[in-house]
């Protein structure tokens, strides 16, 4: 399994764009790159997902390198129901499964 | 819109007691999941199924943690006898079938308290 490691916290101001890495430097070829967004007390929800270069829809966009060893999940203009927990995930889809849950990067905005 | 649905949400038990966690996951989702989410970590994947059939089950704690999903469509978690190092947030999943990518829709959780 690849092992990701990303930034426990961030903070960010309303309206600022923010952006947060993941690296991933064993990830094999199969591997998909998927980010999850948690709120307190909630599941985990599914933001976004990509294989390779840049992939955008209406929450946000993942830029993935051509060495595909880290990816960036970028939200455009934060606001303050953007304040959670965000994981990067890197596994295989043909499995279903064996996507690792870590830490985390919990986001703070502030007004 | 479909969700997973999951039931009790709240759950206060004792140690050594026996509890049960439920979890309907969306219509036509093959493969479903079980996750354990203690306070402050991320979700840890207990059991997978794919239909009615266990798919991984390696941190499945299997002397006091059981699941089925005998139909192959709602699921069980089930402990006994629980012991205070459980109280955590139980998370079901499920992800539908075919796709070239995996998106897994969460329920809202139990969360477990272990007196």
């Known amino acids: 399994l690849a092992k990701t490691t990303q930034p426990i916290s961030m903070d960010s101001y309303e309206g600022q764009e923010v952006n947060i890495t993941c690296s991933h430097n064993?990830?094999?070829?199969?591997?998909?790159i998927t980010w999850y967004q948690q709120f307190p007390s909630q599941g985990p929800r599914f933001i976004i997902q990509?294989?390779?270069t840049k992939v955008t829809n209406e929450v946000a966009s993942l830029f993935i390198p051509a060495d595909r060893k880290s990816s960036t999940l970028s939200l455009p203009r934060v606001s303050l129901s953007d304040t959670a927990v965000y994981y990067c995930?890197?596994?295989?889809?043909?499995?279903?499964?064996?996507?690792?849950f870590g830490p985390g990067t919990r986001l703070s905005v502030l007004p | 819109e479909a969700e997973v649905a999951q039931s009790p949400r709240y759950k206060i038990t004792e140690k050594s007691q026996a509890v049960a966690f439920w979890c309907d996951p969306i219509s036509g989702h093959a493969t479903l999941y079980w996750y354990r989410q203690i306070l402050g970590q991320g979700p840890e994947l207990l059991v997978q199924f794919q239909d009615e059939s266990v798919v991984d089950d390696s941190q499945l704690p299997k002397d006091r943690f059981s699941a089925e999903r005998l139909k192959g469509v709602d699921s069980t978690l089930k402990i006994q006898p629980a012991e205070l190092g459980d109280s955590a947030m139980y998370l079901c999943?499920?992800?539908?079938?075919?796709?070239?990518?995996?998106?897994?829709?969460f329920g809202p959780g139990t969360r477990l308290t272990v007196l």
């Open positions: 999943a499920s992800s539908p079938p075919g796709t070239s990518y995996n998106e897994q829709f």
């Open positions: 064993n990830i094999a070829t199969n591997d998909y």
């Open positions: 995930l890197v596994g295989d889809p043909r499995y279903g499964q064996n996507f690792v």
């Open positions: 990509g294989y390779k």
